[in-house]
């Protein structure tokens, strides 16, 4: 092993990680409250209204970018999961543990702002037969069994190791919610905003998403980060 | 070296559930159950029966099926057993396997020949009683392919019941969907070739990729 692929594990200590988590956690709690004032401002102020659907559209700068958040740190989670497991390092479990919560809050929060979205537009809250709800709502109970299962084994090391292989099973999740409404034609509408193609939206309404979007993001790394310190400190 | 092991565990656990018939007799006993509570709870009107049927019987199928998930690792964990075979030349997936195939034949078959009868009860079309025991038989299978990972991840923990189906019902949501479906499909006049073809898919990648996490829980839990 050369020197160069060692550094790849500096970080891996938890004692020498905990500065760097502070550090970073610290810049995004800054940045966290400036893109969410930018893009609720966006949002609310700067977005023309919906020719079809009024005002009740705005929730969408909340609902896509938390569902965005649900799925991709599910993702995060099964990769630290997978990492933690080959490598046997530590941190990684701790970032399983330090995700999963804000995980389940953004899975919860993409749902509920679904619903109200749902209200005034499909004329229901919820609705059985529609594939990304269920696979949605699936999400949230995965989160919750992870947590679970972390927290009835007293043994620590075990509890992580059983967290992290319940985080990588559940991963198959993940991509029958991203296409679902590609596979499944049911009644929630395609994907807003595409990789391969234009945005479908106004200039504005993009970029209230995106911002939103960045501040999911920061807001979630803070979180996370301070999570692993707190479980550095319980556990050095 | 793989078959006479596989042979060897089925024939072992087949034995030990015939010693033990009371355990198999449980579970289908409450599969039975579970099935008659729903006329008197929603009510005696046949149609309304007619339309439920396929529901309640997946329902009660996947129940019935992770209720007795718990036996699947329990005893042989308690003797000694379990960590024998651990230690023992064939590969672990393998004895995953052999053994989630002895626990489907015990717990999984005999809901699948039952299910017609309740089926019966409940004033189900004549038509329909073949895709309901076939989406049965591509179905169960799969929920205890599925079910072995929660039972080894769950392994000798206190009240590791409850947590197990937390675990593995979120997971099981497919099949139910599925199979239900198919039946569904049919009383509706189309075909159910969609729904039965994405089960033995369902049921194709589980067989194949499951006892590879259910072999790693294993290994967590006994270490």
Redesign the interface.
């Known amino acids: 092993m050369t020197t160069e692929s060692i550094k790849w594990f500096w970080y891996a200590s938890p004692q020498t990680f905990f500065p760097l988590a502070g550090r970073i956690a610290r810049v995004c709690a800054v940045l966290a409250p400036i893109f969410t004032v930018a893009g609720l401002y966006v949002g609310f102020f700067v977005a023309p209204t919906d020719a079809q659907q009024g005002e009740a559209y705005r929730i969408i700068f909340i609902h896509v970018p938390a569902a965005w958040m649900s799925m991709l740190i599910y993702l995060v989670m099964a990769f630290w999961a997978a990492v933690g497991?080959a490598m046997n390092t530590r941190v990684s479990f701790m970032m399983i543990r330090a995700l999963a919560p804000t995980g389940a809050l953004f899975t919860f929060i993409a749902l509920w702002t679904g619903a109200f979205w749902g209200r005034p537009t499909w004329g229901t809250y919820w609705v059985w037969g529609d594939t990304r709800l269920?696979t949605e709502l699936?999400l949230l109970?995965?989160y919750?069994?992870v947590m679970?299962?972390q927290a009835?084994?007293d043994d620590r090391r075990?509890a992580d190791?059983?967290g992290a292989?319940?985080a990588?099973?559940?991963v198959v999740n993940i991509p029958i919610i991203y296409y679902s409404v590609k596979w499944w034609n049911t009644l929630h509408q395609g994907a807003s905003v595409s990789f391969t193609k234009a945005p479908s939206m106004a200039v504005t309404m993009f970029t209230g998403m995106i911002l939103m979007a960045l501040a999911f993001w920061m807001y979630s790394i803070a979180v996370a980060m301070v999570r692993v310190r707190c479980e550095i400190m319980e556990n050095p | 070296m793989i078959f006479p092991a596989v042979k060897t565990i089925v024939r072992r656990d087949l034995l030990l559930a015939l010693r033990r018939r009371s355990d198999v007799a449980t579970a289908l006993l409450f599969f039975v159950i579970v099935a008659s509570l729903f006329p008197l709870g929603v009510g005696a009107e046949p149609n309304l029966l007619r339309a439920i049927a396929p529901g309640v019987i997946w329902v009660a199928a996947l129940l019935s099926s992770m209720l007795s998930l718990g036996r699947l690792f329990a005893a042989d964990h308690a003797d000694g057993t379990l960590e024998q075979m651990l230690l023992g030349a064939a590969p672990l997936g393998v004895v995953v396997s052999a053994k989630t195939l002895a626990h489907w034949l015990v717990s999984g078959l005999p809901l699948v020949l039952i299910a017609p009868l309740i089926a019966l009860q409940y004033d189900v079309e004549a038509g329909l009683y073949g895709v309901l025991a076939l989406s049965l038989l591509l179905g169960t299978p799969v929920l205890s392919i599925i079910g072995a990972?929660g039972a080894a991840?769950?392994l000798g923990?206190?009240?590791g019941g409850v947590?197990l189906s937390?675990?593995v019902?979120?997971?099981y949501?497919p099949v139910l969907?599925l199979g239900a479906g198919s039946v569904e499909m049919v009383a509706a006049g189309l075909s159910a070739e969609g729904q039965l073809l994405l089960l033995g898919a369902m049921l194709i990648v589980a067989a194949a990729f499951?006892p590879w996490?259910t072999a790693?829980?294993l290994r967590?839990?006994l270490?």
Do not use: D, H
């Open positions: 497991l269920m699936i109970f995965l919750f069994g679970a299962l009835s084994i075990r190791r059983a292989v319940l990588i099973v559940g | 990972i991840l769950t923990l206190r009240g947590l937390l675990l019902l979120p997971l949501v969907i499951a996490a790693a829980a967590i839990s270490e």
